[in-house]
């Protein structure tokens, strides 16, 4: 083998895995997520600095993680929350946001779902479509409350120009398009029990381009925010979404993503002016790099033109390769602790459920793998542990937190834990 491809393919000692994660590992039964607390706590607090440096207001995208220890910790540095389902509204309250904080958004809110809301008290009501803020109105006079309200507006930014915007563009299903701007308004003045807040924005995820596609997205909120300013509604908040993309090929070069640009651009691009708040709701961003899925290697297959790599962890632990055919950095931590071995190997990584779309990678150079080696899947903490299942009726995968494993005594403790 090249040295090159021994280059990459072997993982340092410098990244999230040291001998002694790698030797707790051992003795957990895999899989399971392992959050990476450090990690976590230095992306946060590098969105808090940014956010009082800019005086931006961030709201944390729930819907990527919902792991209480990460939810109260969110909370615990100030964030509100942005959330996109009646139960995500109640558990954030339940993990110390506090319900003024919280911003109620999503294209289908059910009836009760918009009660149970209004009843907690969020902050505000992200409003999708004409008849949904005739539904909030009516339901907020049934209680005997007034709601904030904004509208989602679909910017229409083209997709074609930037592939990942996929939820910007004229023909989804999210938001308000500009030939309903004139009845939103008219709405909006006839509903005596809201009170309209603002404009949200969201163009979409894993935005990589960032100085690019957030200045366009910038310049296109600018001129609907002045257009319904013209017709007399205030537009005291500009909320710009979520959609900042993580390093997923290269986590250990870019644990942390380019918050700093996003902020600068966001900041410098929305017009600001006394009484006006600029929101912004990351999700992915927060949270993506502080998590790996560990698992084993159950079995090595060695087929006439290729091997196979054949894992405890499947989709349903993690069903983004098999969703949107995303792509995740597999290393073999195992190998780690054997360096005088560097023999490397191609393999398809696959996982062990009944569908042929169970693979976590095709053609991945990896060292010399063997039954038992423990694999990380990283920057699993975003759209994760969440989206997982019990499809094949297999287990779910646990959370593991780095900060449980201090000393030996407490790794037997945190096994038996687990169990429970
Ligand atoms: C999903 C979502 C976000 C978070 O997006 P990320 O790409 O995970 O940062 C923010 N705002 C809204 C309205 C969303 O639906």
Redesign the pocket.
């Known amino acids: 083998m090249a040295g090159n491809g021994l280059h990459r393919c072997f993982p340092d000692l410098n990244n999230m895995f040291d001998v002694n994660r790698i030797e707790f590992f051992e003795q957990v039964e895999t899989p399971f997520y392992f959050y990476d607390m450090d990690l976590l706590r230095s992306t946060v607090e590098k969105v808090a600095a940014l956010s009082a440096e800019y005086g931006i207001t961030v709201h944390y995208?729930v819907?990527?993680n919902v792991e209480r220890r990460i939810l109260e910790y969110i909370s615990s540095m100030g964030f509100g929350a942005?959330c996109?389902s009646g139960n995500e509204v109640m558990h954030a309250c339940s993990c110390r946001f506090p319900a003024e904080k919280i911003v109620f958004?999503g294209v289908g809110k059910s009836d009760r779902e918009i009660a149970e809301a209004i009843k907690a008290g969020v902050g505000m009501f992200?409003c999708e479509s004409l008849q949904e803020i005739f539904v909030v109105n009516a339901m907020a006079g049934r209680f005997g409350k007034r709601v904030n309200v904004s509208i989602?507006v679909n910017p229409g930014v083209d997709a074609h120009t930037h592939r990942y915007i996929t939820t910007g563009t004229y023909e989804n299903k999210f938001g308000i398009s500009d030939h309903e701007f004139s009845a939103a308004v008219e709405m909006i003045k006839r509903c005596g029990n809201i009170d309209f807040a603002g404009l949200?924005f969201?163009i979409?995820?894993?935005i990589t381009d960032v100085e690019e596609v957030f200045a366009l997205e910038c310049a296109r909120a600018n001129e609907i925010v002045d257009w319904f300013e013209g017709q007399g509604l205030k537009v005291d908040n500009v909320n710009l979404?979520?959609?900042?993309g993580v390093d997923y090929e290269d986590p250990d070069g870019n644990p942390v993503a380019d918050f700093a640009t996003w902020f600068r651009v966001v900041s410098g691009g929305i017009h600001r002016r006394e009484g006006r708040k600029i929101h912004i709701?990351?999700?992915?961003?927060m949270v993506a790099q502080c998590a790996s899925l560990i698992s084993r290697v159950l079995f090595v297959k060695t087929g006439e033109t290729k091997n196979f790599l054949i894992l405890d962890a499947g989709m349903n632990d993690l069903i983004r390769p098999a969703l949107y055919g995303a792509f995740h950095k597999i290393e073999n931590i195992s190998a780690i602790l054997r360096p005088n071995l560097p023999q490397s190997q191609v393999y398809d990584v696959v996982g062990p459920v009944c569908e042929s779309s169970d693979v976590w990678g095709a053609g991945r150079l990896l060292p010399l793998s063997v039954r038992g080696d423990l694999m990380a899947i990283r920057s699993t903490g975003?759209?994760g542990q969440v989206m997982s299942s019990r499809y094949n009726l297999r287990d779910f995968a646990p959370a593991v937190y780095s900060d449980d494993m201090h000393g030996a005594h407490l790794r037997t403790e945190y096994f038996d834990n687990l169990n429970n």
């Open positions: 995208a819907k990527a942005d996109v958004a992200n989602r949200h969201h979409g995820s894993q979404g979520g959609g900042l709701e990351p999700g992915r961003s975003a759209y």
